[in-house]
């Protein structure tokens, strides 16, 4: 195993390999009025990507169903905590219309946690993806799902409904789940993804590095999320969204996130998106194509 640097970021500026553009231009403006215009939400924004001005610029996004206020209260995360009481059943039909008129060839679609919903708003998702794909057949469809605390009928019914994708994040390493997903199991989030695959839906995962976790315990994560049947895995630099929020331990090196894309194939994931800038959705189109 080649041991590489890492660089802690107390009193350290961001570094250059994280810099990015604001976002501009004349299709980052047309999606923004259509996100405006359709009542939307979208990860791009609640979620502080980095990636907004690029994927934008292009005319993709990735919208975020439910609301915009999560049951959840995840240390690492900048989408609203609190008790929600948005439930939108026109919901669906608004996404796809949006999609249809973005002329978006691959959606990724994400949402808040509703852990108060008896369903965890799986109809909502079900409903979202039918009418995606009845509207613009030809545009293909991942679903980004939080974890469904147990309810595999919800989880079943989420990913039935003819997406391409079904992805779920495992988020950081087994020992930081306390400190970052404290609603959270590390063991629960490796179930949902071994039953959507057992399901047969090509899965994927995210898992965020800087928070501290070691490289041994990112080289564990990724065996035990082969051995439960992943075949996509993300892996990008955390940001800290606010000071309230879990501070960056550590700047991984481009170097590093080589090695770890190295080190996810030979483990036998199928594909690996490494680097620092690599986010859940980034290069989300890429990953469709990829053998189940």
């Known amino acids: ?12 500026k961001r570094p250059d390999w994280l810099r990015v553009k604001l976002p501009a231009g004349p299709e980052f403006r047309k999606v923004r009025q259509l996100v ?4 939307l939400h979208t990860i791009c924004e609640s979620g502080s990507c980095p990636n907004m001005g690029e994927c934008w610029g292009a005319g993709t996004a990735t919208f975020m169903i439910l609301g915009n206020v999560c049951t959840r209260s995840c240390s690492f995360c900048a989408v609203a905590t609190g008790r929600p009481n948005e439930y939108d059943t026109d919901e669906p039909r608004r996404v796809a219309e949006a999609i249809k008129l973005m002329q978006v060839k691959h959606a990724v679609i994400t949402s808040v946690n509703r852990d108060e919903l008896k369903d965890r708003g799986a109809e909502i998702w079900y409903q ?5 794909k009845e509207n613009t057949p030809e545009t293909t469809i991942e679903t980004l799902i939080p974890d469904v605390k147990n309810n595999w009928d919800a989880l079943i019914h989420m990913i039935e409904a003819g997406q391409e994708v079904v992805s779920h994040n495992m988020e950081t390493v087994e020992r930081l789940y306390r400190a970052v997903r404290p609603q959270a199991k590390y063991e629960r989030s490796l179930e949902q993804i071994r039953r959507t695959k057992d399901f047969g839906q090509r899965t994927k995962s995210g898992i965020m590095l800087g928070l501290g976790e070691t490289q041994d315990e990112v080289h564990k994560a990724m065996d035990d999320l082969a051995a439960n049947g992943l075949d996509i895995l993300t892996l990008g630099q955390y940001l800290q969204p606010t000071k309230m929020h879990h501070e960056v331990i550590e700047w991984i090196t481009p170097e590093m996130f080589d090695n770890y894309r190295e080190e996810g194939l030979k483990r036998g994931l199928k594909y690996v998106e490494s680097g620092p800038l690599v986010r859940s959705s980034y290069h989300a189109e890429r990953h469709v194509n990829v053998p189940i």
């Open 36 to 39: 405006d215009n359709y009542k």
């Open 1 to 12: 195993m080649i041991e590489l640097p890492v660089i802690p970021s107390e009193r350290k």
């Open 128 to 132: 979202t993806v039918r009418q995606v």
